[in-house]
């Protein structure tokens, strides 16, 4: 199982649509938790993180379940210039130390 | 601030040549790291480093090497080329390994 997993997409959605992206990690013991965004052939850049209470941005809302070990990213009211890349990330305290794991990300499309 | 800066934007190597890939950052981050980013496999860290004069291997280390002689510069090096090692790097800072990572534009690398 990998240790930071995301559904790769596309989401094909028209403007204005409200869509919802999940991932899910592996250790239980996880304290940190990102969102980044990547647009085509550019470095990721961070979108927000992600509260244990949830937290919102504009348009965009992060939740965390840590009971079945989940992050979600909501989108509401799609934007053409949504259209990009998102990552999860999570930090991973192993024994190779404490460092952040990306899931391979979801492929975001949105239409006029 | 320049941020994380990366040299060269693209390079073509063949078989067996080495090269060092440039990496700076003038936020006085402390970790930094390096990522390769492969199609359906998302970022795997290669080597990090939490302060000048120590570096550490990631993921994914065989192959390259890195060093870190000040708290700005952070090479990485590859030995001897192999086409498996096609791919996107990313140089990335931060205050810490579990902070927000701020990201250099990459390195396109080909090698034949």
């Given at each position: 199982r990998?240790?930071v997993?995301?559904?790769?997409?596309?989401?094909?959605?028209p403007?204005g649509?409200?869509?919802?992206?999940?991932c899910?990690?592996?250790?239980?013991?996880?304290?940190?938790?990102?969102?980044?965004?990547?647009?085509c052939?550019?470095?990721?850049?961070?979108?927000?993180?992600?509260?244990?209470?949830?937290?919102?941005?504009?348009?965009?809302?992060?939740?965390?379940?840590?009971?079945?070990?989940?992050?979600?990213?909501?989108?509401?009211?799609?934007?053409?210039?949504?259209?990009?890349?998102y990552?999860?990330?999570?930090?991973?305290?192993?024994?190779?130390?404490?460092?952040?794991?990306?899931?391979?990300?979801?492929?975001?499309?949105v239409?006029? | 601030?320049?941020?994380v800066?990366?040299?060269?934007?693209f390079?073509?190597?063949?078989?067996?040549?080495?090269?060092?890939l440039?990496?700076?950052?003038?936020?006085?981050?402390e970790?930094?790291s390096?990522?390769?980013?492969?199609?359906?496999?998302g970022?795997?860290?290669?080597h990090?480093?939490?302060?000048?004069?120590?570096?550490?291997?990631?993921?994914?280390?065989?192959?390259?090497?890195?060093?870190?002689?000040?708290?700005?510069?952070f090479?990485?090096?590859?030995?001897?080329?192999?086409?498996?090692?096609t791919?996107?790097?990313?140089?990335?800072?931060?205050?810490?390994?579990?902070?927000?990572?701020?990201?250099?534009?990459?390195t396109?690398?080909?090698?034949?």
């Open positions: 990998k240790e997993e995301q559904d790769p997409g596309p989401f094909n959605v403007e649509a409200t869509v919802a992206f999940n899910t990690y592996s250790n239980s013991a996880s304290q940190s938790f990102f969102w980044y965004r990547q647009d052939r550019k470095e990721p850049k961070l979108l927000m993180s992600v509260y244990s209470s949830g937290n919102e941005d504009g348009r965009f809302t992060a939740q965390l379940n840590r009971a079945s070990q989940y992050i979600s990213l909501l989108i509401r009211d799609s934007k053409l210039s949504d259209s990009a890349t990552l999860c990330v999570v930090n991973l305290n192993n024994n190779a130390g404490n460092m952040l794991t990306f899931g391979g990300g979801t492929r975001l499309m239409k006029p | 601030n320049a941020g800066t990366q040299t060269p934007k390079q073509v190597l063949k078989t067996g040549q080495s090269m060092t440039q990496c700076a950052q003038d936020m006085n981050h970790y930094m390096w990522y390769r980013q492969d199609p359906g496999m970022l795997r860290l290669i990090y480093s939490v302060g000048a004069g120590i570096t550490d291997q990631g993921e994914v280390p065989n192959g390259y090497n890195v060093s870190r002689s000040t708290t700005e510069d090479p990485l090096r590859l030995l001897s080329a192999a086409p498996s090692q791919s996107v790097y990313f140089c990335a800072s931060s205050y810490g390994s579990a902070n927000e990572q701020f990201f250099g534009p990459g396109r690398l080909t090698v034949l």
